[in-house]
Protein backbone atom coordinates (compact mmCIF):
# COMPACT_ATOMS: atom_id res chain seq x y z
CA UNK A 1 0.00 0.00 0.00
CA UNK A 2 0.67 3.65 -0.33
CA UNK A 3 0.01 6.68 1.58
CA UNK A 4 -0.39 10.03 -0.32
CA UNK A 5 -0.87 13.37 1.74
CA UNK A 6 -1.45 16.71 0.07
CA UNK A 7 -0.89 19.69 2.02
CA UNK A 8 -0.66 24.09 0.23
CA UNK A 9 -3.78 24.35 -0.30
CA UNK A 10 -6.02 27.49 0.93
CA UNK A 11 -7.18 30.51 -0.40
CA UNK A 12 -5.61 32.80 -2.42
CA UNK A 13 -6.55 35.90 -4.68
CA UNK A 14 -6.35 36.26 -8.25
CA UNK A 15 -2.80 36.37 -10.11
CA UNK A 16 -1.71 34.80 -6.71
CA UNK A 17 0.36 31.94 -6.14
CA UNK A 18 0.47 28.40 -4.02
CA UNK A 19 2.53 25.82 -3.74
CA UNK A 20 1.14 22.40 -3.13
CA UNK A 21 3.14 19.03 -1.82
CA UNK A 22 2.40 15.35 -1.78
CA UNK A 23 4.07 13.42 0.56
CA UNK A 24 4.35 9.67 -0.26
CA UNK A 25 4.55 6.98 2.04
CA UNK A 26 4.61 3.05 2.46
CA UNK A 27 5.43 0.48 -0.12
CA UNK A 28 7.37 3.47 -2.38
CA UNK A 29 8.86 0.82 -4.61
CA UNK A 30 5.32 0.74 -6.64
CA UNK A 31 5.60 4.28 -7.41
CA UNK A 32 7.64 6.02 -10.72
CA UNK A 33 5.04 8.27 -11.76
CA UNK A 34 3.40 11.06 -9.78
CA UNK A 35 1.10 13.45 -10.93
CA UNK A 36 -1.75 15.80 -9.79
CA UNK A 37 -5.52 15.88 -10.86
CA UNK A 38 -8.02 18.66 -9.79
CA UNK A 39 -12.04 18.50 -9.90
CA UNK A 40 -14.35 21.83 -8.94
CA UNK A 41 -17.83 20.69 -8.14
CA UNK A 42 -20.34 19.95 -10.73
CA UNK A 43 -17.07 19.35 -13.00
CA UNK A 44 -14.56 16.19 -14.22
CA UNK A 45 -12.17 15.10 -12.79
CA UNK A 46 -9.19 16.68 -15.01
CA UNK A 47 -5.55 15.79 -15.02
CA UNK A 48 -3.06 18.58 -14.75
CA UNK A 49 0.96 17.44 -14.45
CA UNK A 50 3.07 14.45 -14.36
CA UNK A 51 6.40 13.55 -13.27
CA UNK A 52 8.54 10.29 -13.45
CA UNK A 53 11.19 9.44 -11.27
CA UNK A 54 13.50 10.21 -13.91
CA UNK A 55 12.05 13.65 -14.11
CA UNK A 56 9.79 13.28 -17.46
CA UNK A 57 6.86 15.88 -17.04
CA UNK A 58 4.04 16.33 -18.66
CA UNK A 59 1.33 18.68 -18.79
CA UNK A 60 -2.21 19.25 -19.50
CA UNK A 61 -2.30 22.85 -22.02
CA UNK A 62 -4.96 24.48 -19.61
CA UNK A 63 -1.79 24.95 -16.86
CA UNK A 64 1.11 24.87 -18.81
CA UNK A 65 2.88 28.14 -18.23
CA UNK A 66 1.22 29.12 -14.72
CA UNK A 67 1.52 25.56 -13.31
CA UNK A 68 5.41 23.71 -12.45
CA UNK A 69 5.58 19.86 -11.27
CA UNK A 70 8.35 18.93 -9.31
CA UNK A 71 9.98 15.95 -7.50
CA UNK A 72 11.98 15.21 -4.87
CA UNK A 73 12.83 11.47 -4.82
CA UNK A 74 14.72 11.85 -1.83
CA UNK A 75 11.70 12.99 0.03
CA UNK A 76 9.51 10.95 -1.83
CA UNK A 77 7.39 14.06 -2.47
CA UNK A 78 5.99 15.87 -5.80
CA UNK A 79 5.21 19.51 -5.37
CA UNK A 80 3.13 21.43 -7.77
CA UNK A 81 3.57 25.36 -7.70
CA UNK A 82 0.77 27.37 -9.43
CA UNK A 83 1.46 30.77 -10.41
CA UNK A 84 -1.06 34.03 -11.71
CA UNK A 85 -4.00 31.98 -10.42
CA UNK A 86 -7.59 32.21 -11.45
CA UNK A 87 -11.05 31.71 -10.60
CA UNK A 88 -11.58 29.01 -12.24
CA UNK A 89 -8.54 26.90 -10.85
CA UNK A 90 -10.95 26.74 -7.92
CA UNK A 91 -10.87 22.85 -7.24
CA UNK A 92 -9.91 20.24 -5.12
CA UNK A 93 -6.79 18.98 -5.62
CA UNK A 94 -5.13 15.87 -5.65
CA UNK A 95 -2.43 14.04 -5.48
CA UNK A 96 -1.69 10.58 -7.47
CA UNK A 97 0.64 7.80 -7.70
CA UNK A 98 1.39 4.63 -8.98
CA UNK A 99 4.39 2.75 -12.20
CA UNK A 100 2.44 4.84 -14.73
CA UNK A 101 -0.75 7.27 -15.10
CA UNK A 102 -2.04 9.28 -18.09
CA UNK A 103 -4.77 11.75 -18.16
CA UNK A 104 -7.10 9.27 -18.84
CA UNK A 105 -6.17 6.47 -16.65
CA UNK A 106 -5.05 7.49 -13.30
CA UNK A 107 -2.66 5.58 -10.69
CA UNK A 108 -4.48 3.24 -8.14
CA UNK A 109 -2.99 5.79 -5.39
CA UNK A 110 -5.05 8.40 -3.87
CA UNK A 111 -4.48 11.82 -1.70
CA UNK A 112 -6.92 12.94 0.30
CA UNK A 113 -7.54 16.22 -1.83
CA UNK A 114 -6.76 19.97 -0.60
CA UNK A 115 -8.93 22.79 -1.71
CA UNK A 116 -7.75 25.62 -3.52
CA UNK A 117 -10.06 28.81 -3.59
CA UNK A 118 -9.09 31.55 -5.76
CA UNK A 119 -11.24 34.72 -5.07
CA UNK A 120 -11.36 38.07 -4.28
Known amino acids: QVQLVESGGGLVQPGGSLRLSCAASGNIFLINAMGWYRQAPGNQREFLARITSRGSISYTDSVKGRFTISRDNAKNTTYLQMNNLKPEDTAVYYC??????????????WGQGTQVTVSS
Open 96 to 109: NADRWLTPEVPGAY
